[in-house]
């Protein structure tokens, strides 16, 4: 994996040169960072002498703007780096967070943020996903705005059940990667990646499943073929998830996002093996009766054809916002029904007539919809676009803040049988 250094407008560039990588991460507000969501990737890096006053050779990056501010060789913190690492290194977390503990105190500034994040690292290895929150936390309120210390908050908030927490973890994230201009694409990418499958893995298991897939389909934009879903799988890696095991749900939301189904169950089971009764071993479990039989929402429909949408129109519209804007918003929104459609089925050659009434506030916002479907329809293809239509149909905002209701009619069609 790539470093990418981060400067403020005031700091002389350091060049750092990566020499061996370890399993943490470290960062600060002012130096070059690593990045990763929970997914914990670690690098240690080689300094020079004329950029580290420190004995060791091995500096890692929290400790690097105090090395060349500030040259004291015999200060204590050069064995407070030495402790960590070595306690790291020989398997013992535990006593290494106990050394962290103890310093922080002494710290200030990016060395502190760095030790913050370190120490949110370590916690989380021993599956104290509270306080290592509370440590994440900590180099939040420090001013630091990486995306690696918003998206391993966001995991570890995952893993301590706070899902509406850690979705709005991921997005500052996400939003932290957006806004970051660096020439590095490919680290920008691994950075909206990381982000965008930590939440859509949150919503998934917050049973926002329309939500979760189109994250998902923005991570796998970022990171084709989820390359990096697949390194963090592989053992003794740099990017790693918590708890153990848990990148096998995102690979097998993953696969099922990209229609691989056999790749998706194997995933899913995998997963449980590991977790049989862990926080998400349910959320596992219903993704995988889902696929039992092409059953499921392959159901709802019956047996025959897939529907596709073959025309639609706002027929109806009372309040502020006219019939076009209507229109024009679901003829740039219809992929919003493709799980719908998807799981849907018609014998070929059908055409069917569903309407979709909706009432929207003052916002722009979709307050209830309602769907109208023909006799004999599975009222769970009614219930897919509600829930649809609701949740992720963005509407500009009127131009005078009254309520609309609007009805809008669409013609499905289902393929036609082969001659």
Same mark, same amino acid.
Request: hydrophobic content about 45%; glycine content about 8%.
């Given at each position: ?13 350091? #060049? ?34 004329? #950029? ?237 009766? #889902? ?25 109806? #519209? ?102």
């Amino acid at each position: 994996m790539s470093i990418r250094p981060i400067h403020t407008p005031h700091e002389p560039q350091i #060049t750092v040169k990566p020499e061996k990588v370890s399993l943490f991460a470290y960062t600060a507000t002012l130096v070059g960072v690593s990045r990763t969501a929970l997914v914990i990737l670690l690098v240690a890096l080689s300094l020079s002498p004329a #950029t580290s006053a420190w004995a060791s050779p091995e500096a890692p990056v929290w400790t690097r703007v105090a090395a060349a501010s500030q040259p004291r060789p015999g200060d204590d913190l050069a064995s407070l780096i030495a402790v960590v690492d070595a306690e790291e290194e020989a398997g013992r977390p535990a006593a290494a967070a106990v050394a962290l503990e103890r310093a922080l105190p002494r710290l200030r500034g990016a060395e502190q943020t760095g030790a913050w994040f370190r120490l949110g690292v370590v916690r989380s290895k021993l599956g104290r996903y509270r306080e290592a929150g509370v440590a994440y936390g900590a180099a939040v309120a420090s001013g630091t705005a990486d995306p690696a210390v918003y998206a391993n908050f966001g995991e570890v908030l995952m893993a301590d059940g706070r899902l509406a927490d850690a979705q709005a973890r991921y997005r500052d994230a996400i939003g932290a990667a957006n806004d970051m201009s660096t020439a590095d694409k490919r680290a920008r990418s691994q950075d909206l990646a990381l982000g965008y499958y930590g939440l859509a893995v949150a919503l998934d298991r917050d049973e926002q499943t329309l939500a979760a897939r189109e994250m998902m389909q923005r991570a796998l934009a970022n990171d084709p073929a989820s390359a990096v879903l697949k390194i963090a799988s592989q053992p003794g890696g740099d990017l790693f998830f918590v708890p153990d095991g848990d990148v096998f749900y995102y690979l097998g939301l993953a696969a099922e996002v990209e229609g691989r189904g056999v790749d998706a169950e194997a995933a899913f089971r995998e997963f449980l093996s590991r977790a049989p009764h862990g926080r998400w071993a349910r959320a596992a479990e219903a993704h995988l009766a #889902t696929k039992k039989g092409s059953g499921g929402a392959r159901a709802a429909g019956g047996a025959g054809a897939a529907l596709r949408i073959a025309a639609h129109g706002t027929v109806l #519209t009372a309040g502020a916002m006219p019939a076009p804007l209507i229109d024009a918003a679901w003829r740039d929104q219809l992929s919003i029904l493709d799980e719908c459609m998807d799981a849907a089925r018609a014998p070929p050659g059908k055409t069917l007539r569903v309407a979709i009434e909706i009432s929207i506030d003052e916002r722009g916002k979709v307050t209830q919809a309602t769907a109208k479907l023909p006799e004999g329809m599975d009222p769970r293809f009614g219930a897919c676009v509600e829930k649809a239509a609701k949740q992720r149909l963005r509407l500009p905002e009127p131009p005078r803040a009254r309520h609309t209701t609007a009805r809008t009619e669409f013609v499905l069609s289902s393929a036609s049988s082969s001659p």
